[in-house]
């Protein structure tokens, strides 16, 4: 009976262990970006990351989304925290959703450029795929400023043969009903929109979808 009792018990951590190993062994697809993808303002269940979770479950890939985003990031701060981010993750795809608050703070382009090719390089050496997110700045700081911002993200997607998304806000950041208050920050009802736009470039990105 004791005998019994032990090879049932042995059984069960088998089984643990081996979900555990399944649960890790799906691919991960690391979000890097700033208040848009952490959600500012918005509940974590409403934000365009947790629908793009759904989305891939929904559609029948096993990838699991972590959000490595914190409100207020800067490209420097993100390059900062990337490579521990891939250590502990071995993403299969890295969104990089950053550059906003550098532009909104008038941070030399070429930093900005710089900080962005690095990250791309590491997710790449890393052997994950990159999708570069690119964003828009209001005028305050003169046209050359702004057209140039905005240049740099398709730049960093040449160099590295990657994918960008040249707008994230594409619909959204001129709509008032789909702005916060502060006229900054998507609200809830912006998110889906917000996948919408990365959608097509992300999902060629992904591999296919099981057969099981």
């Given at each position: 009976m004791f005998r019994s009792f032990c090879m049932r018990v042995c059984l069960g951590l088998i089984l643990l262990c081996g979900?555990?190993?399944a649960a890790s062994a799906a691919p991960v697809v690391l979000v890097v970006g700033d208040s848009l993808s952490a959600?500012?303002?918005?509940?974590?269940?409403?934000?365009?990351?947790?629908l793009l979770q759904a989305r891939l479950a929904a559609q029948g890939y096993e990838h699991r989304v972590v959000n490595a985003s914190a409100s207020g990031e800067t490209t420097g701060g993100g390059r900062a925290r990337l490579p521990r981010?891939?250590?502990l993750h071995d993403p299969a795809l890295v969104i990089i959703e950053l550059g906003g608050n550098d532009g909104l703070r008038g941070l030399p382009l070429t930093q900005v450029r710089e900080n962005l090719a690095a990250m791309v390089r590491m997710s790449?050496?890393?052997?994950?795929?990159?999708?570069?997110?690119?964003?828009?700045?209001?005028?305050?700081y003169g046209p050359a400023y702004t057209s140039g911002f905005?240049?740099?993200?398709?730049?960093?997607?040449?160099?590295?043969?990657?994918?960008?998304?040249?707008?994230?806000?594409?619909?959204?950041?001129?709509d008032p009903e789909l702005m916060q208050e502060d006229g900054i920050h998507p609200n809830?009802?912006?998110?889906?929109?917000?996948?919408?736009?990365?959608?097509?470039a992300l999902e060629r990105l992904l591999t296919p979808v099981s057969a099981s």
């Open positions: 979900a555990g190993v959600g500012f303002g918005v509940a974590t269940d409403e934000g365009w990351v947790t981010a891939l250590e790449l050496d890393q052997g994950a795929e990159v999708l570069l997110v690119g964003m828009h700045i209001p005028p305050n905005h240049a740099l993200y398709g730049e960093v997607a040449a160099e590295f043969d990657v994918p960008v998304v040249p707008f994230f806000l594409e619909g959204v950041a001129l809830a009802r912006a998110q889906p929109r917000m996948l919408e736009n990365l959608w097509p």
